[in-house]
């Protein structure tokens, strides 16, 4: 691990892993979720010739909080690290509810962003859509609306605990759309292992995190950048079973973007990325531009 101090005083987690000479890829998680977060085969970035950096974003793991942050602020931030590491340009990959944070670095950071990969991504939702997604999200708007961050950090905090509690078992608790190949996936002693390391660490500190994260992603709030101005390539991948982010949604998303396309893993959901992280890979090699 390596922390750094940017700017305006606040403390910044990231790591780097795979190939120390090789093309430089920032990969954002999830939430809840940080820098932990990495592929079960650990030679799969050395060999695709990638050197991954993830980070903690504001109040995960090692990270100073931000609350009230919009997804915007990850340019800021992640041109700090690159900067830091002598890294002029990169792809970006955003898993899940990283998908919006590597969008906006896409569209923020300009010629500095290679390629970009939102797999599994979070996209701005209609009001049906919202009101068919997964308990657990469908609620956290809920309570954002209604209570405000406040409410919203005592449900997680009930929720953290119970997660901490098990954290080799939450994600196939908290996966109820995963087909059995994903499940099988999910149930694999090094993948267990990974994301418990991962959900732990992250979550350390407490739920200020994952809390900023979901009043960034309430539907119908700015995220500070608009995707249609994003002039990369970007590639979407997304399972047509997603209850954590409906199909419908990132369709609309993707005929904003000038140079994106699609691809629909049919029958799966939203845990179906992590089976799928090489083919991700090798396609944002060829598109790096």
Not at 139 to 151: H, K, T
Not at 238 to 264: E, M
Request: net charge negative; proline share 7%.
């Amino acid at each position: 691990m390596a922390t750094m101090r940017l700017g305006d005083g606040r403390g910044y987690a990231f790591e780097e892993w795979g190939d120390a000479r090789g093309r430089a890829l920032f990969w954002l998680y999830g939430a809840p979720g940080g820098r932990l977060a990495r592929h079960s085969d650990p030679d799969l970035w050395r060999r695709l010739g990638l050197r991954v950096v993830t980070v903690d974003r504001p109040g995960y793991g090692q990270s100073t909080p931000l609350p009230g942050r919009p997804v915007s602020h990850v340019a800021a931030d992640v041109a700090a690290v690159a900067d830091r590491l002598g890294i002029d340009r990169f792809a970006v990959q955003g898993l899940s509810a990283g998908g919006p944070y590597a969008l906006a670095l896409a569209a923020l950071l300009g010629d500095r962003v290679a390629a970009c990969a939102a797999v599994g991504s979070v996209a701005p939702l209609t009001v049906a859509e919202e009101a068919a997604m997964a308990d657990i999200n469908r609620e956290s708007f809920r309570l954002v609306r209604e209570e405000g961050r406040a409410g919203l950090a005592r449900r997680l905090t009930d929720l953290r605990e119970k997660m901490l509690a098990d954290p080799y078992g939450s994600q196939v608790t908290h996966s109820p759309d995963a087909s059995p190949e994903e499940r099988d996936w999910l149930t694999r002693p090094e993948v267990r292992r990974i994301a418990a390391e991962n959900l732990v660490d992250a979550l350390r500190p407490g739920v200020d995190g994952w809390a900023d994260d979901a009043v960034a992603l309430v539907p119908g709030q700015p995220w500070g950048f608009d995707p249609a101005t994003i002039t990369c390539p970007v590639r979407f991948w997304h399972g047509d079973d997603d209850a954590n982010s409906p199909l419908s949604a990132v369709r609309r998303l993707v005929t904003a973007i000038p140079q994106a396309a699609l691809t629909i893993w049919y029958g799966e959901g939203h845990t179906a990325p992590s089976r799928h992280a090489e083919d991700v890979l090798v396609d944002l090699l060829a598109h790096w531009r």
